[in-house]
């Protein structure tokens, strides 16, 4: 597609329960990155994929939180046992090479919703 | 490790004001700066940004930002703000060599009509 493309849009979990948040780059785009918006708190880094692997994994909250990436494309953010606290914009970006000063793009994002 | 700040949360002004939005950033090297916007209902979209060369830079719809580095600030500004303005508007740090980008919390800009 010619944007990110996040998936699903919105989404109200129970807590307890696993949720899978799902990003499709920009087709070629070999950088991916996931961040997280939470009310008053900016965009949070989560994690990082330069193709399939992920060099960086620095920001995953804990490990209830975990993500893949698939042929160098599609990725999918899986949060285990939601708490009340992850409820927040889930986020998904990509760029070209995810070399120093790539401008990234931004999907719309998943709102996650923890009841 | 690096941080951006941004001290106005929330700014409101009327049509035609001059918007000026601060951004500080933590870093002792070179960086790369960047201005983001998210308008309503929108996802984030890039304004400007600063790599190298003149530290005054000119971004989309009219916007512009000046990178001095003895202040460690890159802040925004627009000389005549319209309603079509009011957007979140976000600062980020890119350091050379490095893939992580460090966001600041976010200005909410709101231009009353």
């Known amino acids: 597609g010619a944007g990110v493309s996040q998936s699903p849009s919105n989404k109200v979990t129970e807590k307890g329960k696993d949720v899978e948040l799902r990003c499709d780059p920009i087709?070629?785009?070999?950088?991916l990155y996931w961040y997280r918006q939470s009310l008053g708190q900016g965009l949070e880094f989560l994690i990082y994929?330069?193709?399939?692997?992920?060099?960086?994994k620095s920001g995953l909250p804990s490990d209830r939180f975990s993500a893949e990436r698939t042929g160098g494309s599609v990725s999918t953010l899986t949060i285990q046992r939601t708490q009340q606290e992850d409820s927040a914009v889930y986020l998904c970006?990509?760029?070209?090479?995810?070399?120093?000063?790539?401008?990234?793009?931004f999907g719309e994002g998943s709102w996650l919703t923890v009841v | 490790a690096q941080s951006v700040s941004q001290h106005n949360h929330h700014v409101i002004l009327s049509e035609a004001a001059s918007l000026e939005l601060g951004c500080n950033y933590s870093?002792?090297?070179?960086?790369?700066l960047f201005w983001y916007v998210q308008y309503p209902g929108q996802h984030l979209q890039l304004l400007l940004k600063?790599?190298?060369?003149?530290?005054l830079v000119k971004g989309i719809k009219g916007f512009e930002a000046e990178f001095i580095k003895s202040k460690f600030s890159f802040n925004l500004r627009k000389p005549s703000v319209q309603w079509s303005d009011t957007a979140e508007y976000f600062c980020?740090?890119?350091?050379?060599?490095?893939?992580?980008?460090?966001f600041g919390t976010g200005t909410r800009l709101k231009v009353l009509a």
């Open positions: 970006a990509s760029s070209p090479r995810g070399s120093t000063g790539d401008t990234i793009y």
């Open positions: 087709s070629g785009h070999t950088a």
């Open positions: 994929f330069q193709g399939n692997s992920a060099p960086d």
């Open positions: 870093y002792g090297g070179t960086v790369n």
């Open positions: 600063y790599f190298s060369g003149d530290p």
């Open positions: 980020a740090v890119n350091a050379p060599g490095t893939y992580k980008y460090i």
